[in-house]
């Protein structure tokens, strides 16, 4: 058997195509076989790196740059997102351009692909099917229930006079018809479950290639899935019909039993984290009978407007001012930030990967602060954006309103590209007031929260923008004005408002249920709010103050 038409064959040269491959070009690259290596360095068009094959998985291939066509990027322009050579690192073009390791970015990436395969193998697949086995486990059953239940119809039937033979088949007909729907609804959950199964399978199949390639683009170029995983389809629980005989002495009709409606139930699934992910579960913790003020600090500003944490030691903090200040949590001024335009900024958020973000009403942009640079990634037109959330999967949600003075909506952003829109409810009513004066959060359970002092309420949707509930504050002061302003979300899903003029914090649970206020702590005009991942609450007072605050144990 010729063993390069085999199943079997060894490497052999790209040149030649006959001899064992020895030697490999890592810049062109290709294989080669110890006679033909001098062929090919005669080739000056190109460079060329000659070495002994078995180094081949330990090279990493750099792309070739794209204007320097000899050249291979081994360095990151921040500024410009694209891979460049040596050339263009100290070309005009990147001039004062932050640069990062190629090397560096693929160890990065090839760690959270790593994390995404472990995620998927030890949590994702196991749980779809985990579900699958339950339906087919459901599935087993179905036919001997319904045997066992058309046997019951039959029995009490024969007992019958003939006269009601007919309601008897009939009743038999919606038997037969309610299998049907039962066995189909199993099937359709079913089919749904090892369709995911199948692309979860596949997802893992591209990782492993991925992470056998030295391809850097390949691997940069991967986009983290598993996310759309985890949000799992419900859990079905469909329960056959019961037949129930009749023992009513009179009426022909009455003389028959009934069967109950087909019951179909569904209840929320969750995914059971694995030891290695049981970390991501966050325990449950108990709320304060009363809370406590850690620490009160004084900053810059007359006005203080927006807190959010940067991280547990870094406070991004914005008011009255074209400055945006990074505190720690002691109060010590850590960065100033003065905003591209020289305006004051609205509303600020810190992203997913800790770039800063905020929104400039009068220029209509919205900008993200990277190292020392601010760039502007969104320019509206005939809309001005006010307030703005960063999202657990990335994403970007911005409260906008028309320069009409008639409109106001909330906007997904992906990648700075606009995916969503939030205006109406069911009955196509507008969900908010028009105005500036709105703040936005993103809970647990992704729920979209928005305080709208406008409307005096506090409206939530769901990921897809359905509306949920709408809070406008607890029965018992119906006497007193609400007045929302910062929203934020805590580790348990609770929701928690500033109460502008009553100086006081409600806190609500995921579903609206009001639990408590935080009315001591000496708040005065509390306006933003923010937690960290402690579940340690930041208070911004109107008056200039930051104020730290322990609410739960």
Request: charged residues 25%; glycine residues 4%; proline residues 4%.
């Amino acid at each position: 058997m010729d063993p390069r038409t085999s199943g079997q064959d060894v490497l052999r040269c790209d040149h030649c195509e006959d001899n064992l491959a020895q030697m490999f070009c890592s810049l062109c690259p290709v294989n080669l076989c110890k006679l033909c290596v001098g062929e090919h360095v005669t080739d000056i068009s190109k460079k060329h790196d000659v070495l002994p094959l078995n180094l081949r998985k330990s090279m990493i291939v750099y792309p070739l740059c794209k204007i320097h066509s000899r050249e291979h990027c081994e360095t990151h322009c921040e500024d410009c997102n694209i891979p460049v050579c040596s050339r263009c690192v100290n070309s005009d073009k990147h001039k004062r351009h932050f640069f990062t390791s190629l090397q560096d970015l693929l160890n990065v990436k090839k760690k959270s692909i790593e994390k995404e395969k472990k995620r998927l193998q030890e949590t994702v697949i196991s749980t779809f099917e985990e579900m699958a086995s339950d339906f087919k486990s459901q599935l087993v059953g179905v036919d001997e229930q319904y045997e066992k239940l058309t046997s019951d119809v039959t029995k009490d039937g024969e007992e019958r006079h003939r006269e009601i033979d007919i309601i008897i088949q009939k009743t038999k007909d919606e038997i037969q018809e309610m299998r049907s729907k039962h066995k189909n609804t199993l099937n359709k959950h079913l089919n749904e479950i090892e369709k995911l199964i199948f692309d979860v399978k596949e997802s893992l199949s591209e990782i492993e290639d991925i992470l056998q390639s030295n391809e850097v683009l390949k691997s940069l170029s991967y986009e983290i899935r598993s996310d759309k995983f985890i949000k799992l389809p419900p859990k079905v629980n469909v329960k056959p019909p019961v037949f129930t005989p009749s023992k009513t002495q009179g009426q022909f009709l009455n003389l028959f039993g009934s069967l109950s409606h087909l019951s179909m139930t569904t209840e929320k699934h969750v995914f059971t984290m694995h030891s290695s992910e049981a970390v991501s579960s966050p325990k449950v913790k108990p709320l304060l009978e009363v809370p406590k003020l850690i620490a009160s600090i004084k900053t810059e500003y007359s006005e203080l407007y927006n807190v959010t944490c940067l991280s547990d030691e870094e406070l991004f903090t914005s008011g009255n001012d074209n400055v945006m200040n990074i505190y720690d949590p002691q109060g010590k001024l850590l960065k100033p930030i003065q905003t591209k335009s020289g305006k004051n900024p609205f509303g600020i958020a810190v992203t997913r990967s800790r770039d800063l973000v905020y929104t400039d009403p009068d220029a209509k942009t919205i900008n993200i602060v990277k190292k020392k640079n601010i760039q502007e990634v969104i320019r509206l037109q005939g809309w001005r954006p006010y307030n703005v959330c960063s999202t657990s999967c990335g994403d970007l949600l911005v409260f906008m309103s028309c320069e009409d003075k008639q409109k106001s909506k909330l906007v997904r952003y992906s990648n700075f590209s606009k995916k969503q829109s939030i205006k109406y409810d069911d009955q196509l009513k507008p969900l908010y007031s028009y105005g500036e004066l709105k703040y936005i959060c993103e809970n647990k359970n992704l729920d979209i929260c928005v305080s709208d002092y406008g409307a005096k309420a506090v409206v939530v949707v769901n990921q897809e923008g359905k509306f949920r509930f709408r809070y406008t504050g607890h029965p018992s002061t119906k006497t007193e004005i609400f007045n929302p302003m910062g929203i934020t979300t805590d580790s348990q899903a609770h929701i928690l408002i500033a109460d502008y003029m009553n100086n006081r914090i409600h806190i609500l649970d995921q579903d609206s249920q009001f639990l408590c206020y935080i009315v001591n702590c000496d708040l005065y005009f509390p306006w933003g709010l923010s937690v960290d991942t402690r579940d340690n609450l930041f208070v911004a007072e109107f008056g200039g103050k930051l104020k730290k605050i322990q609410y739960m144990l």
